[in-house]
Structure formats: structure tokens, C-alpha cells
């Protein structure tokens, strides 16, 4: 399963912007539970920005309440973080994360397997 990221960039203070991720796999058919978005600063520990589940249950880091917003299209296992208001603070490197299980077609019978995957992440650099 691969997760790939889109729609990071350059911005001022309090402008807007959306990330997306897509997973995708070339063996079988996909399907991702938890969903969710970290982000990492050089010299610092990777942090959670938000999460989605299954079930729609959200969280968000208290930093980014009121101004991020995660979303989900789970057919096609894609998800999205929108940003308002971004602050020169939100500048990091932005990671899609999520479980997904794959199950695909073998000789032997059905094949599948559940695991946590990561994006590569996407820049996001909020500067005047």
C-alpha cells in the first residue's frame, strides 16, 4: 500500500490550504480504518495534527482546533486536511498515516494483510 500526498506549498499568514492522500495498491483490494495527519519540524519529534476513524471519531491537536479540518472519502480510501488561518508555526513537513488492510487473490486462496503506513510528506511553509 502506498499513501501519497498533494496540495502543500508556500502561503502567508491566514491563507488556506488542502492536503490530501490517497492510498493505493497494486495487488488487491484496500480498505483504511483510522486515517489521520502528523507533522515534524527539523530537530523536532514527529507530532499528531489530526486523526479520523472508521466510525468518524476526530481528533485534533489543540494547536490546530478551529482552524484544521480532516475529512475522509473512504470508497477511495483518500483523506483530506484543510487549513485556515494557517500560522508561521504550522510551517513542517506533513505526514498521511493510516491502518489499512489489503487482500488480494493467491494459488492458495485469499491473501490479506493490515498494517500502518506512511506518506512520505509534503511541505508546508507558512512565511511572509
Known amino acids: 500500500v502506498q499513501l501519497v500526498e498533494s496540495g502543500g506549498g508556500l502561503v502567508q499568514p491566514g491563507d488556506s490550504l488542502r492536503l490530501s492522500c490517497a492510498a493505493s495498491?497494486?495487488?488487491?483490494?484496500?480498505?483504511?480504518?483510522?486515517m489521520g495527519w502528523h507533522r515534524q519540524v527539523p530537530g523536532k519529534e514527529r507530532e499528531l495534527v489530526a486523526t479520523?476513524?472508521?466510525?468518524?471519531?476526530?481528533t485534533y491537536a489543540e494547536s490546530v482546533k478551529g482552524r484544521f479540518t480532516i475529512s475522509r472519502n473512504r470508497g477511495r480510501n483518500t483523506e483530506f486536511l484543510q487549513m485556515n488561518n494557517l500560522k508561521p508555526e504550522d510551517t513542517a513537513v506533513y505526514f498521511c498515516?493510516?491502518?489499512?488492510?489489503?487482500?488480494?487473490?493467491?494459488?492458495?486462496?485469499?491473501?490479506?494483510?493490515?498494517?500502518?503506513?506512511w506518506g512520505k510528506g509534503i511541505q508546508v511553509t507558512v512565511s511572509t
Open positions: 498515516n493510516a491502518h489499512c488492510q489489503e487482500q488480494w487473490s493467491e494459488p492458495s486462496g485469499l491473501s490479506e494483510i493490515a498494517l500502518d503506513y
Open positions: 495498491g497494486d495487488r488487491g483490494r484496500i480498505e483504511c480504518s483510522t
Open positions: 479520523i476513524s472508521r466510525g468518524d471519531r476526530i
